[in-house]
């Protein structure tokens, strides 16, 4: 039967099939994943086990964005996430920008999250680790896509097993691990010669690990009773990411000298191995895997809606924008997704990756947080649901939070972003620009 493309039910929507358990395991799921597991080990080198408060400020600075995206994800309940807002309160340009910087912190991030899960296998391979570690990567993410392919539902249903066991892992990892903490260790706090500027360096490098919870506002149009459910979603999973990150950074730089792990890709496993010998070294890879394949597949998931609402609003080619009448999934933008995050994996730099997936989210959360502003201006606010307090400081401090990290950004990603803010300025002027104009100029012909 030749598959055909469409709206589903014919109403242009996807199937509410989530609940707040399926909402909150695609938060985890991307929350839980190349933060602790795979750039601990790099983020210990920069500052020493001064890394426990990194973790912690992170954490406190990104309320503020998990608070606004609570109330526009009540009043704006559609498909897309941060993409969504930016384009239904500012529209044309701004928006634009939202989705395309939004649309790099995930693609970016997704060859992280594969790399990492292909550097637990490597460890089991013969040669040099570093020349298989790409291709094994672009295995995972054929299988991720998919997954994807067949259903959302698979998708979360695989996070709520892989959340399980990446659960047990993390948390033994923390319970056992107090018990190995050396004083002596943490000593200094702070790494030598490290002042406040390196200090917001490594907290705007594992800002990726807490960008998970706007995961959840990209699929708004497949969660149960959004207004309700997707708030509390989004505050469980940085309350619950929160807790474990400190806790977990606590025992890696406490366990070991932060300096036996600033250059390893799998900075939980060492210390597993270092507190309980080779099999629990194993156990720390099987985590790992277990946490970053569930990163990769809601945050493949994310992209392509990113893509597919970018596609719908004439942002991208409307061929993005097609879901599939059979899966009730958008086929091309997983397509899409698929060749450009293999080509990210290819380069097998997990640091860059890291870092230049920051720059697309702080870039693209400043703007979304901005929405809170133009929300309210225009009334486009939903009485009864989630409305944060102290307007306008909140979307203020969002906006301050998410732009004042990304000067300390490395040169190097700082430059790889320049250049993808200039193609996405080239795309917007070629196409989407007179997109919306099209799209204008029918509307005006209509009424």
Not at 340 to 353: I, R
Request: aromatic content about 10%; glycine content about 10%.
């Amino acid at each position: 039967m030749t598959e055909t493309f469409g709206e589903e039910r014919s109403n242009g929507k996807f199937a509410r099939r989530l609940g707040l358990i399926g909402a909150t395991n695609i938060g985890l799921g991307a929350m839980l994943g190349g933060g602790i597991y795979v750039i601990s080990g790099t983020a210990a080198g920069m500052i020493g086990p001064a890394l426990v408060f990194a973790y912690l400020v992170t954490g406190a600075l990104t309320v503020f964005t998990a608070i606004n995206l609570s109330e526009l994800a009540c009043s704006i309940p559609k498909q897309g996430g941060g993409y969504t807002f930016a384009h239904d309160t500012w529209g044309g340009f701004p928006g634009f920008l939202a989705g395309w910087f939004l649309l790099i912190g995930n693609v970016v991030a997704c060859g992280l999250y594969s790399l990492a899960v292909a550097h637990t296998l490597a460890v089991f391979l013969p040669g040099d680790p570093a020349l298989v570690v790409g291709w094994i990567a672009i295995v995972i993410i054929v299988i991720t896509f998919v997954t994807n392919l067949v259903s959302i539902k698979g998708v979360t249903g695989i996070l709520g097993v892989l959340n399980i066991a990446q659960a047990l892992v993390i948390f033994a990892f923390v319970a056992v691990g107090l018990f190995f903490i050396n004083p002596a260790n943490l000593d200094p706090i702070l790494k030598e010669g490290t002042g406040i500027t390196q200090f917001m360096a490594t907290v705007s490098f594992i800002y990726i690990s807490f960008v998970g919870f706007e995961l959840i506002t990209t699929a708004s149009e497949e969660i149960k009773d959004p207004a309700r459910n997707i708030p509390r979603a989004i505050m469980l999973t940085l309350f619950i990411a929160t807790i474990v990150y400190v806790l977990a950074a606590l025992v890696i730089v406490g366990v070991v000298p932060y300096t036996s792990i600033a250059d390893s890709p799998t900075p939980v496993s060492d210390v597993y191995g270092y507190m309980l010998g080779p099999g629990a070294f194993i156990i720390g890879l099987a985590g790992m895997a277990a946490s970053n394949y569930a990163a990769l597949n809601a945050t493949f998931l994310a992209t392509a809606r990113v893509a597919y609402s970018m596609g719908r609003d004439g942002n991208l080619p409307k061929l993005f924008s097609r879901v599939s009448s059979r899966f009730r999934t958008p086929i091309p933008a997983l397509v899409a997704s698929l060749l450009v995050v293999s080509a990210f994996a290819l380069t097998g730099n997990v640091d860059l990756v890291a870092s230049l997936s920051d720059f697309g989210y702080l870039v693209g959360l400043a703007i979304v947080n901005a929405s809170v502003i133009q929300l309210r201006r225009k009334g486009l606010g939903v009485p009864g649901t989630f409305k944060a307090r102290f307007y306008p400081a909140i979307p203020i401090l969002g906006v301050v939070s998410c732009l004042m990290l990304v000067p300390t950004l490395s040169p190097n990603t700082l430059e790889l972003g320049a250049l993808l803010s200039l193609a996405g300025l080239i795309i917007y002027l070629v196409y989407a620009r007179g997109s919306h104009r099209r799209h204008n100029e029918q509307l005006n012909a209509e009424i």
